[in-house]
């Protein structure tokens, strides 16, 4: 109600490679989001902790399992973030609220998943029918299946690039429609 902005500034000080994070549970709204995002201005930290369009660089997220970033929050943005599962089945990351006129963003990040054992799932997964989520300047590879599966409203998936899956974008649900572009 007070129109603040939760941000999570993630560091580069070595892989964070503890259990999986799940954001849920908050009230959020179109002015009062929950940001999680690795720092890049000088009136934010001394020097940037993003990554240089590489996985090994910048701040980095690895997990064995699935759904290494669980989110029910409504509005939330993650940005800069670099994602690599060393698990060959389920999810990377898994956006769903259910609340209606939510708003969901991943941007500036890399996700990398592991091909060895054909991954069945996706690495990016959309579970809510009434929902938005918008993807954009993201690289997505390496995860076998699907890189981006979604059963949501309404998908904006702009300037990303997938590699390495069998299908980069995939429409798991009737009712979901996805606009995308390069």
């Known amino acids: ?28 709204g179109k002015r009062n989001y929950i940001k999680i995002y690795t720092p890049v201005l000088a009136s934010e930290v001394g020097a940037s902790q993003r990554h240089n369009g590489t996985k090994d660089t910048g701040y980095r997220l690895t997990h064995s399992s699935a759904d290494m970033l669980t989110t029910s929050a409504a509005h939330i943005r993650i940005e ?3 994602f690599e599962q060393s698990s060959t089945s389920d999810n990377i990351l898994r956006f769903g609220s259910g609340a209606a006129g939510n708003d969901q963003r991943l941007s500036y990040s890399i996700l990398k998943g592991n091909p060895a054992g054909g991954n069945t799932s996706s690495l990016i997964y959309g579970v809510d029918t009434s929902g938005v989520v918008r993807m954009y300047n993201n690289i997505i590879y390496d995860g076998g299946s699907r ?4 059963t949501c409203k309404t998908n904006y998936v702009y300037n990303n690039t997938f590699y390495n899956l069998d299908n980069g ?4 649900d009737s009712g979901a429609t996805v606009y995308a572009k390069n």
């Open 147 to 150: 890189g981006f599966n979604t």
């Open 1 to 28: 109600t007070s129109n603040y902005i939760l941000n999570f500034p993630c560091y580069a000080d070595g892989d964070d490679d503890a259990a999986a994070v799940n954001v849920n549970s908050w009230t959020t």
């Open 169 to 172: 974008i995939n429409i798991y």
């Open 80 to 82: 800069g973030l670099v």
